[in-house]
């Protein structure tokens, strides 16, 4: 499949399929949006058959480029996943304390794990710094699926509009087409009859007076 007419459309393509959330790559990508919309109108775009077509061609493309499977991704992550702080300490005979170990001490998975060592003068490790492990496991439960979405515990404080449409992004086309049908024959099925009575609202009462009884 040849590059999108669209530049801009082509734009989101390629962020899309570089793992970039669709509400950034559809502002990266130029359209317009407030940032509440950004997102449904990222996830529409995401699947028009044409946009969602190379999308997928150049997931594949970079799959290929890179010579990377999710099962080598999965390897580099698991060190910091596992990280156990204990295993780069060892009993220091003379002070009878603990030390941390040295550097050629260390197995390659524990060195996977580590993001920066600072060194004292005589070689020693002054500072070590681990991966964030929260990020290693949350990046690891994407991989397999069992989080759909970064956010998705955020989903909670958002109303439903918002819950509705992260919902449906996470849809396939014919899902989210489906979806939006039924809500549509809901509405209309549920929509209240027009009423000529004009409701009567109670007067605001007054709070910068005080109230007599």
Same mark, same amino acid.
């Given at each position: 499949?040849?590059?999108?007419?669209?530049?801009?459309?082509?734009?989101?393509?390629?962020?899309?399929?570089?793992?970039?959330?669709?509400?950034?790559?559809?502002?990266?990508?130029?359209?317009?949006?407030?940032?509440?919309?950004?997102?449904?109108?990222?996830?529409?775009?995401?699947?028009?058959?044409?946009?969602?077509?190379?999308?997928?061609?150049?997931?594949?493309?970079?799959?290929?480029?890179?010579?990377?499977?999710?099962?080598?991704?999965?390897?580099?992550?698991?060190?910091?996943?596992?990280?156990?702080?204990?295993?780069?300490?060892?009993?220091?005979?003379?002070?009878?304390?603990?030390?941390?170990?040295?550097?050629?001490?260390?197995?390659?998975?524990?060195?996977?794990?580590?993001?920066?060592?600072?060194?004292?003068?005589?070689?020693?490790?002054?500072?070590?710094?681990?991966?964030?492990?929260?990020?290693?496991?949350?990046?690891?439960?994407?991989?397999?699926?069992? #989080?759909?979405?970064?956010?998705?515990?955020?989903?909670?404080?958002?109303?439903?509009?918002?819950?509705?449409?992260?919902? #449906?992004?996470?849809?396939?086309?014919?899902?989210?087409?489906?979806?939006?049908?039924?809500?549509?024959?809901?509405?209309?099925?549920?929509?209240?009859?027009?009423?000529?009575?004009?409701?009567?609202?109670?007067?605001?009462?007054?709070?910068?007076?005080?109230?007599?009884?």
């Amino acid at each position: 499949m040849a590059r999108l007419r669209n530049p801009r459309r082509e734009r989101f393509a390629v962020e899309v399929a570089a793992m970039v959330p669709v509400d950034r790559a559809y502002l990266m990508a130029g359209f317009r949006s407030k940032p509440q919309w950004a997102r449904p109108n990222g996830s529409k775009l995401a699947h028009v058959p044409v946009v969602a077509k190379r999308i997928e061609e150049l997931r594949d493309e970079f799959r290929a480029s890179c010579a990377l499977s999710v099962e080598y991704l999965q390897s580099c992550l698991l060190p910091a996943a596992e990280v156990n702080p204990l295993d780069y300490f060892e009993p220091d005979p003379a002070t009878k304390k603990v030390r941390l170990k040295e550097p050629g001490a260390l197995t390659r998975e524990q060195g996977m794990a580590i993001s920066s060592i600072k060194l004292s003068e005589d070689g020693s490790i002054a500072e070590l710094k681990w991966h964030s492990k929260p990020e290693a496991v949350n990046t690891l439960m994407r991989s397999i699926g069992a #989080i759909a979405d970064a956010n998705v515990n955020n989903e909670v404080h958002l109303d439903l509009s918002a819950r509705l449409d992260r919902a #449906i992004a996470r849809l396939s086309p014919d899902d989210t087409q489906l979806v939006l049908e039924a809500l549509n024959t809901i509405s209309s099925e549920a929509a209240p009859e027009p009423s000529h009575v004009a409701e009567h609202k109670p007067e605001p009462v007054p709070t910068d007076r005080p109230m007599r009884f």
